[in-house]
Nanobody, 125 residues
């Protein structure tokens, strides 16, 4: 079992930046691909970014390309999402996820086995 805890959410003005962290316990994160998803009020959960187990490959949703950067520090058992140039439409609860590398790196939620509780990000316009 892997327990994931997000932190770093909050309220920021449009154009600002935030960095989300996801700390893992229970098992070392090096065993897993990692991802970030988000869910805005009244909308379905959507993929934001993913990173493979070694950190050598990343995959971003078109809506965040050039603005968000996913990274990981396996020594700290933590992954990150650096969010720059935030827009009001980025407002959502952001979820950290971990998945078995055998399922590949991609945007489908079914590739991920473990989920955090979520962190609220609110961008004011």
């Amino acid at each position: 079992q892997v327990q994931l805890v997000e932190s770093g959410g909050g309220l920021v003005q449009a154009g600002g930046s935030l960095r989300l962290s996801c700390a893992a316990s229970g098992r070392t994160l090096v065993r897993y691909n990692m991802g970030w998803f988000r869910q805005a009020p009244g909308k379905e959960r959507e993929f934001v970014a993913g990173i493979n187990w070694s950190g050598g490959r990343t995959y971003n949703a078109d809506s965040v390309k050039g603005r968000f950067t996913i990274s990981r520090d396996n020594a700290k058992n933590t992954q990150y999402l650096q969010m720059n140039s935030l827009k009001a439409e980025d407002t959502a609860v952001y979820y950290c996820a971990a998945g078995d590398p055998s399922r590949g790196l991609g945007s489908q939620a079914s590739r991920y086995d473990y989920w955090g509780q979520g962190a609220q990000v609110t961008v004011s316009s």
